[in-house]
């Protein structure tokens, strides 16, 4: 079948006549056996009405004609004959309307790009069809290569339900991945391609194959696109005016990875026309799953859940967060890959921030890759999950006076923002959705976060000279230690209350105070509602003076009292945690070290109700 029989007048006639004329009945299956009998299956203009019939309709469309296909098993023998052409054209018209894939084609994802090197790239798609595919590619004015007879990896999905009608918004049960090896290309050299599938061709779009030898690489940086594809949208429809080499992403790509409904809406229709020409490198975060899907549609470096890539002065490690311990096959990887890379820029990116004050106050790798980091000289430690902005001082250990790491927490990628708190360790922070831009050449690595309406949210560089960092950054450095007592006090700050406080009816508020881990020597806090809650809520008689118990003795619960103020109406969500945020912060103060802490959103709890009955 060729793109011209999809408008055969005869086919298209057959079309409407099946349509019946619209209404909102269904093409039940009493009708179908009325009509099967016209169908000339070998004839493929009676074929393609069908599949225009069902492409044509919008999902408003579908939804008032009730147009279901009841696939009879006296028919599924001519249905397959196609190849499942007709499923996926009834999958694209009505499982996936909107599905960003090639006009007019049954491909419903992509093409896309994935695994580049300096000779090689592999163009992805995705269709509900069984059918060899084709490529061609070249440089400008000579795309006469070709990948031909590509056939697919067949994908059993999660969300399949049990039925034989193609149903709205449902998922098939099972889609087919292709993927083509472009080989033999130049490092550095641009190449134009398109796709030929069913009878139909892509656009052409072109690529720059990977040149390890670059003297100057750029990149786009984010994560957490997930839930949200308006806010997703807004900023992908950015991303081509940098000419990005490649984007990183650290993870949350969607909501729900092994709801296959969700990847075309959350992910590739908002980046359908940035991934066709820029090769996409995530890595995976908690939203998706177990990683079926994440891994069907993925195809990393070496096909593994880590990896790493060399582009120009630039080598960068993609690491899963799910694996911290040093005994595992990650870390050995991670250890041998860092310390037998000699790039001017050492970049590693993961999900969950090894530091992080606002969000989820995360602290992934600090026994065990936080160390290796420092040993193999990382420069630049990217992660997400917290949705918001974050850019450290440059962080390194007391005594560490020829190093330190920059650590960014860049998980504004369309995810609902969370609240970000000022601390003497950040550099810049901000609750913005946003992305980075990032520039390397031998000598420097330049960095710009952008928002979403295109304004700048911050920008910084790094330089080296012979492989050496600047004094004057080196100077900036926020000792380790002292973000360590950060988290060492911030569970003593998790607050609860017996009810939810008034103006005229204050609450009781409770504290369980806990020895500092790591800590020999108990803290000092001086405890006050932190900036953001100050507004709606006053504790009694602040600050709040306690001590943390040593370590060793039991923890330590310590009351006051809390009443509205009125500006706002105080409510709970799901979590009974109180809206708005009620969240404590404390100077801490243990020893000779000083820093400030911040707790988790005060909750409504049992136990505190309990407590607070006692006399």
Known sequence: MVASELTDKEG??????????????????????????????????????????????????????????????????????WSGVLVAAAGLALVLPGAHGAAGSLISKGPYLQAPASDTMLIMWESLADLPGKVRFGVEGQPDAEVGDVRPRMIKTATAGATNAVKVGAAPREFYIYEAALKDLKPGETYHYSVEFAGVRTATN????????????????????RSYPEAHARLTARF???????????????????????????????????????????????????????????????????????????????????????DSEQFRFAANDLMTSRAPWKIVMFHKPVFNIGGHVSDWGQTNYLPLFYRTKMDLVLAGHSHMYERFHPVAPRGERDWAITHITTGGGGAELYDSFDHPSLAVRESAHHYMVLEATRDALQARAIRDDGTLLDSFELKKTDGRMAADYLAQVYPEELLKLFYAATPSLASRVASPPGTNAPARLSLNLKPLAGWPAPARLEITLAPQSAPYYELEDPPLRATTPLTGQTNLAVWTTVRATGKRAITMN??????????????????????IAYGAPCRLAKTAATAADKP
């Open 206 to 225: 072109h690529f720059k194959a990977f040149n390890p030898g670059a003297e100057r690489v750029r990149f786009i940086a984010y994560g957490d696109s």
């Open 574 to 595: 799901s979590d009974q945690e109180l809206r708005p945020p009620l969240v404590l912060m404390a100077k801490v103060r243990c020893g000779e070290e000083e820093t």
């Open 12 to 81: 298209s006639g057959f079309g409407e006549r099946l349509a019946g004329g619209g209404g909102k009945g269904y093409l039940k299956a009493k009708k179908w056996r009325r009509m099967r009998s016209s169908i000339d299956w070998g004839k493929p203009s009676r074929v393609a009405g069908l599949i225009v019939l069902v492409s044509a309709f919008s999902l408003k469309e579908a939804r008032e004609r009730g147009v279901f296909l009841f696939m009879r098993s006296d028919v599924i023998g001519c249905w397959r004959k």
């Open 240 to 326: 081509r005016q940098h000419a990005p080499d490649f984007i990183l992403h650290t993870g949350d790509i969607v909501a729900r990875g092994r709801d296959y409904t969700l990847w075309a809406r959350e992910f590739f229709n908002p980046m359908a026309n940035v991934i066709n020409e820029a090769p996409f490198f995530p890595v995976i975060g908690n939203h998706e799953g177990d990683g079926t899907n994440y891994l069907a549609y993925f195809h990393p470096p070496g096909q593994r859940l880590w990896y790493s890539l060399d582009v120009g002065p630039a080598h960068v490690l993609g690491l899963d967060y799910r694996f911290t311990r040093s």
